[in-house]
């Protein structure tokens, strides 16, 4: 509709010809099409952060309170053991009446988490503590970030190949509107995936006792690796104005083996000229500006 209201109001106005309307036409649509690219991109990069965010400061809470709490713990964890050294208990006090005493200082539950931690560093994990935020808003990233990765293109340079296929996984997955939990964990493409982190994202089923993939993770690992890879240029979107790949500007290889050719055809005589000669002629030029402005200052006339 905008776009039939435009060139019936340029061609009615008799400003420019129908073609030349049209091709005006284009150029606007082809700037919008990749303002809205950019605006995309650009709430992808938001809500991924706003994510991470999210998940490290829950992190980090949860590490202050179990920290605090085991600090309260450990007290009375050390009334507990002075139970095995109390003097005035007698030797021969049957085992049980001692865990009595031990259960009313702590309670059984409170003393084998205490002890798991102790034994265990998984207990104290932070990064842990981070992907069970994640997991947590799985419903809401899916919401906002799965339709950005269906619908926005991004390139493919070698550098991200292995990011790349699984970017072009999951927008199969998605657009044929299966769920990931029902894949076999081996169609995953995880090249991409630290080998110092992949304890992260498998875990082994009760049940069957095979490592299964924790599908969220995996997920949201993506959107932050295709974050991380945009930021820092390994990505691009031909489509964008912002993200845009300088070469996306360029002619391909192949065409320009033509240059002759196309130099020709573009009928601009500068094409032709030495390069040295074409620079001697600007800065001529930028000199007797620069003459002219200072003479018109000395004479306070600017």
Same mark, same amino acid.
């Given at each position: 509709?905008?776009?039939?209201?435009?060139?019936?109001?340029?061609?009615?106005?008799?400003?420019?010809?129908?073609?030349?309307?049209?091709?005006?036409?284009?150029?606007?649509?082809?700037?919008?099409?990749?303002?809205?690219?950019?605006?995309?991109?650009?709430?992808?990069?938001?809500?991924?952060?706003?994510?991470?965010?999210?998940?490290?400061?829950?992190?980090?809470?949860?590490?202050?309170?179990?920290?605090?709490?085991?600090?309260?713990?450990?007290?009375?964890?050390?009334?507990?053991?002075?139970?095995?050294?109390?003097?005035?208990?007698?030797?021969?006090?049957?085992?049980?009446?001692?865990?009595? %005493?031990?259960? *009313?200082? @702590?309670?059984?539950?409170?003393?084998?988490? /205490?002890?798991?931690?102790? !034994?265990?560093?998984?207990? #104290?994990?932070?990064?842990?503590?981070?992907?069970?935020?994640?997991?947590?808003?799985?419903?809401?990233?899916?919401l906002n970030l799965r339709p950005l990765l269906v619908n926005?293109?991004?390139?493919?340079?070698?550098?991200?190949?292995?990011?790349?296929?699984?970017?072009?996984?999951?927008?199969?997955?998605? %657009?044929?509107? *299966?769920? @990931?939990?029902?894949?076999?964990?081996?169609? /995953?493409?995880?090249?991409? !995936?630290?080998?110092?982190? #992949?304890?992260?994202?498998?875990?082994?089923?009760?049940k069957s006792k095979k490592k299964q993939i924790l599908v969220?993770?995996?997920?949201?690992?993506?959107?932050?690796?295709?974050?991380?890879?945009?930021?820092?240029?390994?990505?691009?979107?031909?489509?964008?104005?912002?993200?845009?790949?300088?070469?996306?500007?360029?002619?391909?290889?192949?065409?320009?083996?033509?240059?002759?050719?196309?130099?020709?055809?573009?009928?601009?005589?500068?094409?032709?000229?030495?390069?040295?000669?074409?620079?001697?002629?600007?800065?001529?030029?930028?000199?007797?500006?620069?003459?002219?402005?200072?003479?018109?200052?000395?004479?306070?006339?600017?």
């Amino acid at each position: 509709m905008l776009r039939s209201f435009l060139i019936t109001g340029l061609i009615n106005a008799g400003r420019f010809d129908n073609w030349t309307t049209y091709l005006y036409l284009l150029c606007f649509i082809h700037q919008r099409v990749g303002r809205l690219h950019d605006i995309l991109i650009n709430c992808l990069l938001f809500r991924v952060r706003q994510y991470t965010d999210k998940a490290k400061e829950f992190a980090a809470q949860k590490l202050s309170s179990i920290n605090l709490s085991n600090n309260q713990t450990a007290v009375k964890a050390a009334d507990v053991l002075k139970l095995l050294t109390d003097d005035q208990i007698p030797f021969d006090t049957p085992y049980g009446l001692i865990r009595q %005493q031990a259960f *009313q200082i @702590l309670d059984k539950d409170e003393i084998t988490q /205490f002890t798991n931690q102790i !034994l265990h560093e998984n207990g #104290l994990d932070e990064t842990e503590f981070r992907w069970e935020c994640i997991e947590r808003s799985a419903a809401q990233f899916k919401l906002n970030l799965r339709p950005l990765l269906v619908n926005v293109e991004f390139s493919e340079p070698g550098e991200t190949a292995d990011l790349s296929k699984a970017i072009n996984f999951l927008r199969k997955v998605f %657009q044929s509107e *299966q769920s @990931l939990s029902n894949l076999n964990p081996k169609k /995953f493409p995880i090249g991409f !995936l630290p080998q110092k982190s #992949l304890r992260y994202f498998y875990r082994i089923d009760k049940k069957s006792k095979k490592k299964q993939i924790l599908v969220n993770r995996y997920e949201f690992f993506v959107y932050q690796s295709l974050a991380k890879a945009i930021e820092a240029g390994d990505l691009s979107c031909r489509e964008s104005l912002k993200f845009r790949s300088f070469e996306d500007d360029l002619i391909d290889d192949k065409t320009w083996e033509q240059k002759k050719v196309l130099i020709e055809q573009a009928n601009l005589p500068i094409l032709s000229e030495p390069i040295k000669l074409h620079l001697q002629q600007l800065e001529n030029r930028l000199e007797e500006n620069l003459m002219r402005v200072n003479r018109q200052i000395s004479d306070h006339h600017n």
